[in-house]
């Protein structure tokens, strides 16, 4: 079974950088798609970035785009979230997903989630 391992959350201030990475392990094909997840308190998870393993094309939501930043390197299988510019609205536990469905069907395939690491960016 693929298992995802987040790490790199932590404290922040408005206006900061934080990188997060993503540790793949069990992959058993290339065609599955790699994604981060927020979810802030009282608020519904958020996708925040997509891409295949397979490609170079990567989904932003609109709310990060232009300040977050998704890579990877596939020979490690080992994914990266770089966050810049930093808003108190960033406040939540980030996921890293991947699904055997396509970043704009998600949900339908079979999905494999790690357990979040905490990015707190306090004024």
Known sequence: QLQLVESGG????????LRLSCAASGFTSDR????????????????????SMSTSVTYYADSVKGRFIMSGDNALNTVYLQMNSLKLEDTAVYYCASSTSGCDSFYRGSTYWGRGTQVTVSS
């Open 10 to 17: 932590g404290l922040v201030p408005p206006g900061g950088s």
């Open 32 to 51: 599955y798609v790699i994604g981060w997840f927020r979810q802030a308190p009282g608020k519904e998870s958020e996708r925040v970035s997509c891409k």
